[in-house]
């Protein structure tokens, strides 16, 4: 069977069991056509994508912060009016950690009357601090409502408005839009006991759009989702947003629950562990007649640019939030990335030829290398997929982690007056030998 029918037959199956009327997928890789397709609707079809709307919202704040309108500890309260909570930073509202309510005040799902921009912040002064900041994870759609405010006003002009040209745009995302087009697709609420399905009415989601408020296709999403995992490849100028940036949304700040460790939440991105070291980085949405799920894949055998997104027009078939993992799963399964041969590369620095090997610290035994034109370390004992210790030059002697094991801390450089070979490293402080000694020795 070929991929593409693997990846159909997955998605038939959540149709079908799912009860959804209308359903579309795709599938992004750099290596690989664009895979799309539909059921009950054309794959070109546009949805209502609800919160994946807030992982945009959350690249136009990082966007702020890396063009120097913010920071993430600020309190939004020195960047917006408000009457109430100006206290709670940027930070805690990004990573839902702020203890806000979950919603603005007042019975937003039951009468479907939702504030404009002027009255959501007024009645902040009547919306809840549930919890202490910080305390445990709180989803809060107010939250993310306010920081789309903050990037209108930080912006002047709209969120919207900052949405299309700083994002939208950039990366050609023509079938993602603040208002349905004419490709838009009903909604429904299937019913429990019987295969009827009941439309259910628009909803424009005003001053709380920042959180919840995009249309988009199957394809644009999965594009969106590639990006979300791999910047590198999707905008390498980082005209969008720099892969560094990225990286920090993506680490975990906390747990969706405390007792099952099944997902994070980064800085508005959930993040999904599979196994094996593999994540899957993205947001799932839901709004009344809609829910939709959008994932991008790092880790493992994952080829570049690799992300999946399924749209659903039923409110209750929750099939669709798994199947955009089943889809990159299989992808990776039944059409793994091409392995690119070993090439000889560059010998290491002359100053630094005398790190290179086996080193003792703490009673452990740790390989430094040269790969990919930097300095490298690993514990002998680590497995072969966890990624290695990075180094960057700071001076002759003096060395910065870029990445993984102490990352950010120092690597000093002791030599032999007499041969100037390496003789001792001090890494984080802790001291390196090249035998196994004691804190004492």
């Given at each position: 069977?070929?991929?593409?029918?693997?990846?159909?037959?997955?998605?038939?199956?959540?149709?079908?069991?799912?009860?959804?009327?209308?359903?579309?997928?795709?599938?992004?890789?750099?290596?690989?056509?664009?895979?799309?397709?539909?059921?009950?609707?054309?794959?070109?079809?546009?949805?209502?994508?609800?919160?994946?709307?807030?992982?945009?919202?959350?690249?136009?704040?990082?966007?702020?912060?890396?063009?120097?309108?913010?920071?993430?500890?600020?309190?939004?309260?020195?960047?917006?009016?408000?009457?109430?909570h100006?206290?709670?930073?940027?930070?805690?509202?990004?990573?839902?950690?702020?203890?806000?309510?979950?919603?603005?005040?007042?019975?937003?799902?039951?009468?479907?009357?939702?504030?404009?921009?002027?009255?959501?912040?007024?009645?902040?002064?009547r919306?809840?601090?549930?919890?202490?900041?910080?305390?445990?994870?709180?989803?809060?759609?107010?939250?993310?409502?306010?920081?789309?405010?903050?990037?209108?006003?930080?912006?002047?002009?709209?969120?919207?408005?900052?949405?299309?040209e700083?994002?939208?745009?950039?990366?050609?995302?023509?079938?993602?839009?603040?208002?349905?087009?004419?490709?838009?697709?009903?909604?429904?609420?299937?019913?429990?006991?019987?295969?009827?399905?009941?439309?259910?009415?628009?909803?424009?989601?005003?001053?709380?759009?920042?959180?919840?408020?995009?249309?988009?296709?199957?394809?644009?999403?999965?594009?969106?989702?590639?990006?979300?995992?791999?910047?590198?490849?999707?905008?390498?100028?980082?005209?969008?947003?720099?892969?560094?940036?990225?990286?920090?949304?993506?680490?975990?700040?906390?747990?969706?629950?405390?007792?099952?460790?099944?997902?994070?939440?980064?800085?508005?991105?959930?993040?999904?562990?599979?196994?094996?070291?593999?994540v899957?980085?993205g947001?799932?949405?839901?709004?009344?007649?809609?829910?939709?799920?959008?994932?991008?894949?790092?880790?493992?055998?994952?080829?570049?640019?690799?992300?999946?997104?399924?749209?659903?027009?039923?409110?209750?078939?929750?099939?669709?939030?798994?199947?955009?993992?089943?889809?990159?799963?299989?992808?990776?399964?039944?059409?793994?990335a091409?392995?690119?041969?070993?090439?000889?590369?560059?010998?290491?620095?002359?100053?630094?030829?005398?790190?290179?090997g086996?080193?003792?610290?703490?009673g452990?035994?740790?390989?430094?290398?040269?790969?990919?034109?930097?300095?490298?370390?690993?514990?002998?004992?680590?497995?072969?997929?966890?990624?290695?210790?990075?180094?960057?030059?700071?001076e002759?002697?003096?060395?910065?982690?870029?990445?993984?094991?102490?990352?950010?801390?120092?690597?000093?450089?002791?030599?032999?007056?007499?041969?100037?070979?390496?003789?001792?490293?001090?890494?984080?402080?802790?001291?390196?030998?090249?035998?196994?000694?004691?804190?004492?020795?």
């Amino acid at each position: 069977m070929r991929v593409g029918e693997r990846l159909e037959r997955l998605a038939a199956r959540a149709q079908r069991d799912g009860r959804i009327p209308a359903l579309t997928v795709a599938v992004h890789r750099a290596d690989r056509p664009l895979w799309t397709h539909g059921i009950g609707a054309e794959p070109e079809a546009q949805f209502r994508i609800g919160s994946i709307t807030k992982t945009f919202t959350a690249v136009l704040v990082l966007q702020c912060r890396d063009d120097g309108l913010l920071d993430l500890d600020d309190p939004v309260g020195r960047h917006l009016d408000v009457p109430a909570h100006g206290e709670l930073t940027v930070r805690r509202l990004l990573s839902h950690t702020s203890g806000l309510q979950r919603e603005p005040f007042g019975d937003v799902w039951d009468n479907l009357r939702v504030p404009d921009a002027q009255r959501l912040l007024t009645d902040l002064e009547r919306a809840e601090r549930v919890l202490p900041p910080g305390r445990r994870y709180h989803y809060s759609n107010l939250g993310v409502a306010l920081l789309g405010q903050l990037v209108g006003r930080l912006r002047g002009g709209t969120w919207g408005q900052a949405l299309a040209e700083r994002i939208l745009e950039p990366l050609d995302l023509t079938g993602i839009t603040v208002q349905p087009t004419g490709a838009a697709v009903q909604g429904y609420l299937v019913d429990a006991y019987s295969d009827h399905a009941r439309p259910e009415p628009p909803v424009d989601f005003d001053a709380v759009g920042p959180a919840a408020q995009l249309w988009g296709t199957a394809a644009d999403l999965a594009r969106w989702a590639a990006f979300l995992a791999d910047p590198g490849e999707m905008d390498p100028n980082g005209t969008v947003l720099a892969a560094a940036t990225l990286d920090e949304m993506r680490w975990p700040h906390t747990v969706t629950d405390e007792a099952l460790w099944a997902a994070g939440f980064g800085l508005g991105l959930i993040v999904v562990p599979r196994g094996d070291r593999v994540v899957h980085v993205g947001h799932d949405g839901a709004m009344p007649g809609f829910l939709a799920a959008a994932y991008g894949r790092r880790g493992g055998d994952a080829p570049p640019a690799l992300g999946a997104a399924a749209l659903g027009s039923s409110g209750t078939g929750t099939q669709v939030f798994e199947l955009p993992h089943a889809l990159l799963s299989a992808a990776v399964e039944h059409e793994p990335a091409r392995i690119e041969p070993w090439r000889p590369g560059p010998a290491a620095p002359e100053h630094l030829r005398s790190v290179l090997g086996r080193w003792w610290g703490e009673g452990y035994e740790y390989v430094f290398s040269w790969h990919d034109g930097a300095l490298q370390a690993r514990g002998a004992a680590d497995p072969a997929g966890r990624p290695p210790a990075v180094f960057a030059q700071v001076e002759p002697d003096l060395l910065r982690t870029q990445s993984g094991r102490e990352a950010g801390e120092l690597l000093r450089l002791t030599r032999d007056p007499a041969t100037g070979e390496v003789v001792r490293l001090h890494w984080a402080t802790y001291r390196f030998t090249r035998d196994q000694q004691t804190f004492g020795d």
